[in-house]
T-cell receptor, first 111, second 116 residues
Framework: DAKTTQPNSMESNEEEPVHLPCNHS???????IHWYRQLPSQGPEYVIH???SNVNNRMASLAIAEDRKSSTLILHRATLRDAAVYYC????????????FGTGTRLLVSP | DVKVTQSSRYLVKRTGEKVFLECVQD?????MFWYRQDPGLGLRLIYF???????EKGDIPEGYSVSREKKERFSLILESASTNQTSMYLC???????????????FGPGTRLTVL
């Protein structure tokens, strides 16, 4: 699976939107972009995934650049419960089905 | 909602003991996984199972074995626990019907194992 680059940490205030960036310049045509998050003392949790078009679900939105070399996870109104480490992961269509987590972005949310 | 449960949140064992970590999922998923998570090393795959009685080694299988006798249950066994196996152990499951690039994994809460 291709590599991703994320900032180590970001800060936000409660009820403000948060944009978490991810660079993946070596993405291949069949790679999907997945986001997971891990709250303190819990297992990782799936957030969203997409291929080319922007995606929305009840947790977040995923904006994918036209050249697919970067993407942004958008939390529309951050809450204290959104404080977590967010991982951007590329998944190809061959090989092991393991998830390869990088170091992710630690999101701090202030009241 | 998918639920993946693990038998213990915290476990303390002594060096040389045989340790069993149990994982159960309730969504009829084909695939089940065992990872360990250590600071600075991220998640590393220990073993993976894509069907009952089937297993594949992951990146770090040494010192571990697994058992999948029923579809919903995947056990991780530390044959003789050592201090370097002190870690957070995470179980996950996924449908396995779609390709790897769209398969979503659902994780349990983790078991923090300390080996003294």
């Amino acid at each position: 699976d291709a590599k991703t680059t994320q900032p180590n940490s970001m800060e936000s205030n409660e009820e403000e939107p948060v944009h978490l960036p991810c660079n993946h310049s070596t993405i291949s045509g069949t790679d999907y972009i997945h986001w997971y998050r891990q709250l303190p003392s819990q297992g990782p949790e799936y957030v969203i995934h997409g291929l080319t078009s922007n995606v929305n679900n009840r947790m977040a939105s995923l904006a994918i650049a036209e050249d697919r070399k970067s993407s942004t996870l958008i939390l529309h109104r951050a809450t204290l419960r959104d404080a977590a480490v967010y991982y951007c992961i590329l998944r190809g269509d061959t090989g092991f089905q393991k998830l390869v987590f990088g170091t992710g972005t630690r999101l701090l949310v202030s009241p | 909602d998918v639920k993946v449960t693990q038998s213990s949140r915290y476990l303390v064992k002594r060096t040389g003991e045989k340790v069993f970590l149990e994982c159960v999922q309730d969504m009829d998923h084909e695939n089940m996984f065992w990872y360990r998570q250590d600071p600075g090393l991220g998640l590393r795959l220990i073993y993976f199972s894509y069907d009952v009685k089937m297993k594949e080694k992951g990146d770090i299988p040494e010192g571990y074995s697994v058992s999948r006798e029923k579809k919903e249950r995947f056990s991780l066994i530390l044959e003789s626990a050592s201090t370097n196996q002190t870690s957070m152990y995470l179980c996950a499951s996924s449908h396995g019907w779609a390709g790897a690039n769209t398969d979503t994994q659902y994780f349990g809460p983790g078991t923090r194992l300390t080996v003294l």
